[in-house]
T-cell receptor, first 112, second 113 residues
Framework: QKEVEQDPGPLSVPEGAIVSLNCTYS??????FMWYRQYSRKGPELLMY????GNKEDGRFTAQVDKSSKYISLFIRDSQPSDSATYLC????????????FGSGTQLTVLP | DAGVTQSPTHLIKTRGQQVTLRCSPK?????VSWYQQALGQGPQFIFQ???????QRGNFPDRFSGHQFPNYSSELNVNALLLGDSALYLC????????????FGPGTRLTVL
């Protein structure tokens, strides 16, 4: 079993839809949670960064962390064709550890 | 402000050869991490360098080694290449004060024939 599980999709939605992307994890010691967006043949781009449980909002993006369920989500409101990309969740431990553990990514297509 | 840069963008090698990949971190960053991303998978952590020392290492064999220079740039070396080493190699930089915010470069795509 992988430490971080992510539905690979692909996920196709119409423009303007609300998108929900999710990851589950098995290591309860994870404290920091990130979402990255990766366009084809590019490096991942940091979208959201949260610590421990709770919600964080940035424009059309909202990240949620539920540590009791070991479940994190990214919501995209009013989705645009430019949001079409692969979305990767990542997480890391507290303390001096710097290693990011990634999910396998969800491929999203927003249709105009 | 230049972001993380990597060179070369593409590389083709044959089995058994050695390869060196290079990374320049974002201005103001002092840590460099290397990740391997196979097609259709998430990045896998190789190691991280800070103050010219390897601080943490993932589950990769000793064929993978690295170096960080005084100007914070870094190299990843892979010896005795295997077909399975074909992947996108990503460099990520950050600061020691905010270690979990890592910013990635565009990657080097390595093909081993």
């Amino acid at each position: 079993q992988k430490e971080v599980e992510q539905d690979p999709g692909p996920l196709s939605v119409p423009e303007g839809a609300i998108v929900s992307l999710n990851c589950t994890y098995s290591n309860s010691a994870f404290q920091y949670f990130m979402w990255y967006r990766q366009y084809s043949r590019k490096g991942p781009e940091l979208l959201m960064y949260t610590y421990s449980s709770g919600n964080k909002e940035d424009g059309r993006f909202t990240a949620q962390v539920d540590k009791s369920s070991k479940y994190i989500s990214l919501f995209i409101r009013d989705s645009q064709p430019s949001d079409s990309a692969t979305y990767l969740c990542a997480m890391s431990l507290s303390g001096s550890a710097r290693q990011l553990t990634f999910g396998s990514g969800t491929q999203l297509t927003v249709l105009p | 402000d230049a972001g993380v840069t990597q060179s070369p963008t593409h590389l083709i090698k044959t089995r058994g050869q050695q390869v060196t990949l290079r990374c320049s971190p974002k201005s103001g960053h002092d840590t460099v991490s290397w990740y391997q991303q196979a097609l259709g998978q998430g990045p896998q952590f190789i190691f991280q360098y800070y103050e010219e020392e390897e601080r943490q290492r993932g589950n990769f064999p000793d064929r993978f080694s690295g170096h960080q220079f005084p100007n914070y740039s870094s190299e990843l070396n892979v010896n005795a290449l295997l077909l399975g080493d074909s992947a996108l190699y990503l460099c990520a930089s950050g600061t020691s004060g905010r270690p979990n915010e890592q910013f990635f470069g565009p990657g080097t795509r390595l093909t081993v024939l």
